[in-house]
């Protein structure tokens, strides 16, 4: 529950303050930290990361310094159960009781993280309870005695569980309880916790989703780390117990004290080798070559902290044009559409939006993760026009795909036909949007003010064209023509949607060199005298 509400609470919020404290490895150590403190759940944050570095997103050795921040943050809920704080647990389920039942959702959230952290308590608190009689039996007693001496096979054990529990917390918490009923000694609680390290570092390998060896880098990198460090403390095993025991005597926060010190440790050795560390990793785990399928963003390079922002923007510009060359498939689609109905030929046109929404989304996720403070006035203004130019043909592509493609639809159910000098209307007007999708692309490419000029000058020639389109059809219509009323409906939806396109491929590029020049008018309303 305190995972779930901190997700939904902070979830965009917390991936923002992630993708932005990359700027070097001990801001990133630091902002990890943070993150898993509110999580409580280091796994979890390594989930998130996995995603980050699948999409490019995240470099590898900020990644790596989150992942020991992370690692840390999660030993601070340990270190405050530590206490006997079960006490205020009804008071933390009384005010998450209270933020739930106001019914926003944020409040609901946050009430949801109290509700669990209060829950926790309780069940930490009945944990000790239950195992008063248990511990007091003598077979139990003989059955620990005997498991204590046996720790790599402890060690083990705490792998599975904090696997399949998905919470290192829960295992260090449970050591912790046992150990201080004198049902486990502290050696053997360490044991259990160094599985915990373990285990909690296998689910983000296991759940991380990338196939790409080269984008599952982070998580092995990671367990690497967890496992070189687990080694090196049993090597030294019969001399750790005495060192913790002799700052701590209390069982349980003696147990709490390794699991931080060892993760602490751990950060401080490996932090000043993420660097060579990871350029090891990338040798070992090559990443494969990119199969590009047509819906396969082929042009996007790395925005992770790093990679030059130049390049970045000169892939999205590259992948822009992509989105062009497919809107006018879906033109040339359109056309055969309008001139020779055929369902088979719309549907794969339909299909053709999907691409087109595909490209649109990647390009967006790429330019928006990058830091606009890395960005120059130049930098910020080319990334505005990408994004324009990006979102315009992406809803004009809507605009074909679910207006027009839908008159040439509800032609061919219902056995419609348009007039010949009618159907030869529409088709001039989607010949000279496919001129007018060559003319944004040139100024999009050139961001020349002549050219942009010209082209919103499109603006009133598609709208006198669309007049003229619609007085000849009404001229037909009252002439007795073939044409009906009900097609009628359906030739002015398509006139109507024609010019709604044309709109889009006009602003996707002309519009943004216009405004900032200051040569658009607010209004098209005359002034009044």
């Given at each position: 529950m305190v995972q779930t509400g901190a997700q939904r609470a902070l979830g965009a919020g917390l991936r923002s303050f992630l993708a932005h404290r990359l700027g070097n490895q001990f801001s990133a150590f630091l902002a990890g930290l943070g993150v898993t403190a509110l999580l409580q759940s280091s796994t979890a944050t390594g989930l998130m990361l996995t995603s980050f570095a699948s999409e490019g997103l995240v470099a590898l050795a900020p990644g790596l310094a989150v992942m020991l921040g992370a690692n840390v943050g999660t030993t601070l809920i340990v270190q405050l159960l530590a206490f006997e704080i079960s006490i205020i647990a009804p008071i933390l389920v009384l005010i998450g009781y209270l933020l739930f039942r106001r019914g926003q959702a944020g409040t609901r959230d946050s009430g949801r993280i109290f509700i669990g952290l209060g829950l926790m308590l309780f069940a930490l608190h009945q944990l000790l309870s239950l195992l008063d009689a248990l511990t007091a039996m003598e077979a139990t007693q003989s059955f620990v005695a005997m498991l204590s001496t046996h720790f790599v096979f402890i060690v083990?054990?705490?792998?599975?569980?904090?696997?399949?529990?998905h919470s290192s917390v829960a295992v260090v918490l449970l050591a912790m309880s046992l150990a201080t009923k004198g049902a486990l000694t502290v050696p053997a609680g360490i044991a259990l916790a160094l599985?915990?390290?373990?285990?909690?570092?296998?689910?983000?390998?296991?759940?991380?989703?990338?196939?790409?060896?080269?984008?599952?880098?982070?998580?092995?990198?990671?367990?690497?780390?967890?496992?070189?460090?687990?080694l090196a403390v049993l090597a030294i095993y019969p001399w750790v117990a005495p060192i913790i025991t002799s700052i701590e005597s209390a069982p349980g926060r003696a147990i709490a004290n390794f699991h931080t010190g060892f993760?602490?440790?751990?950060?401080?050795?490996?932090?000043?080798?993420?660097?060579?560390?990871?350029?090891?990793?990338?040798?070992?785990?090559?990443?494969?070559?990119?199969?590009?399928?047509?819906?396969?963003?082929?042009?996007?390079?790395?925005?992770?902290?790093?990679?030059?922002?130049?390049?970045?923007?000169?892939?999205?510009?590259?992948?822009?044009?992509?989105?062009?060359?497919?809107?006018?498939?879906?033109?040339?689609?359109?056309?055969?559409?309008?001139?020779?109905?055929?369902?088979?030929?719309?549907?794969?046109?339909?299909?053709?939006?999907d691409r087109l929404d595909r490209l649109n989304r990647a390009i967006k996720e790429n330019l928006l993760a990058i830091d606009t403070a890395?960005?120059?006035?130049?930098?910020?203004?080319?990334?505005?026009?990408?994004?324009?130019?990006?979102?315009?043909?992406?809803?004009?592509?809507?605009?074909?795909?679910?207006?027009?493609?839908?008159?040439?639809?509800?032609?061919?159910?219902?056995?419609?036909?348009?007039?010949?000098?009618?159907?030869?209307?529409?088709?001039?007007?989607?010949?000279?949007?496919?001129?007018?999708?060559?003319?944004?692309?040139?100024?999009?490419?050139s961001g020349d003010v002549t050219a942009a000029r010209a082209l919103a000058a499109e603006k009133d020639g598609f709208r006198r064209l669309e007049d003229e389109a619609t007085a000849a059809h009404f001229d037909r219509l009252r002439s007795g023509n073939v044409e009906t009323v009900e097609t009628s409906a359906l030739h002015l939806d398509a006139l109507r949607d024609l010019k709604r396109v044309s709109g889009h491929l006009i602003e996707a590029s002309a519009y943004p060199i216009l405004k900032q020049r200051g040569d658009l008018l607010p209004t098209r309303l005359r002034t009044l005298k």
């Amino acid at each position: 529950m305190v995972q779930t509400g901190a997700q939904r609470a902070l979830g965009a919020g917390l991936r923002s303050f992630l993708a932005h404290r990359l700027g070097n490895q001990f801001s990133a150590f630091l902002a990890g930290l943070g993150v898993t403190a509110l999580l409580q759940s280091s796994t979890a944050t390594g989930l998130m990361l996995t995603s980050f570095a699948s999409e490019g997103l995240v470099a590898l050795a900020p990644g790596l310094a989150v992942m020991l921040g992370a690692n840390v943050g999660t030993t601070l809920i340990v270190q405050l159960l530590a206490f006997e704080i079960s006490i205020i647990a009804p008071i933390l389920v009384l005010i998450g009781y209270l933020l739930f039942r106001r019914g926003q959702a944020g409040t609901r959230d946050s009430g949801r993280i109290f509700i669990g952290l209060g829950l926790m308590l309780f069940a930490l608190h009945q944990l000790l309870s239950l195992l008063d009689a248990l511990t007091a039996m003598e077979a139990t007693q003989s059955f620990v005695a005997m498991l204590s001496t046996h720790f790599v096979f402890i060690v083990l054990l705490g792998i599975v569980l904090t696997w399949a529990s998905h919470s290192s917390v829960a295992v260090v918490l449970l050591a912790m309880s046992l150990a201080t009923k004198g049902a486990l000694t502290v050696p053997a609680g360490i044991a259990l916790a160094l599985g915990a390290n373990i285990g909690t570092a296998i689910n983000p390998v296991l759940e991380g989703g990338a196939r790409d060896p080269g984008a599952r880098r982070l998580p092995i990198g990671n367990l690497l780390n967890r496992v070189v460090g687990v080694l090196a403390v049993l090597a030294i095993y019969p001399w750790v117990a005495p060192i913790i025991t002799s700052i701590e005597s209390a069982p349980g926060r003696a147990i709490a004290n390794f699991h931080t010190g060892f993760n602490l440790a751990l950060a401080l050795i490996f932090l000043p080798l993420l660097t060579p560390y990871a350029r090891l990793l990338e040798r070992l785990l090559p990443s494969r070559p990119e199969q590009v399928g047509p819906d396969t963003p082929r042009y996007l390079q790395s925005v992770a902290v790093g990679a030059p922002v130049t390049g970045a923007l000169a892939g999205a510009t590259r992948e822009a044009l992509h989105m062009a060359d497919v809107l006018e498939e879906m033109l040339s689609g359109l056309r055969e559409a309008l001139a020779n109905p055929n369902r088979r030929r719309i549907e794969e046109t339909k299909a053709l939006d999907d691409r087109l929404d595909r490209l649109n989304r990647a390009i967006k996720e790429n330019l928006l993760a990058i830091d606009t403070a890395r960005l120059n006035e130049a930098d910020n203004e080319k990334l505005a026009r990408i994004l324009t130019f990006s979102i315009n043909l992406e809803q004009a592509g809507d605009l074909i795909d679910r207006g027009l493609l839908g008159v040439a639809n509800r032609r061919i159910k219902r056995g419609l036909a348009f007039s010949r000098e009618g159907t030869a209307d529409l088709i001039s007007q989607v010949d000279r949007l496919v001129e007018t999708l060559h003319q944004s692309t040139a100024v999009f490419l050139s961001g020349d003010v002549t050219a942009a000029r010209a082209l919103a000058a499109e603006k009133d020639g598609f709208r006198r064209l669309e007049d003229e389109a619609t007085a000849a059809h009404f001229d037909r219509l009252r002439s007795g023509n073939v044409e009906t009323v009900e097609t009628s409906a359906l030739h002015l939806d398509a006139l109507r949607d024609l010019k709604r396109v044309s709109g889009h491929l006009i602003e996707a590029s002309a519009y943004p060199i216009l405004k900032q020049r200051g040569d658009l008018l607010p209004t098209r309303l005359r002034t009044l005298k």
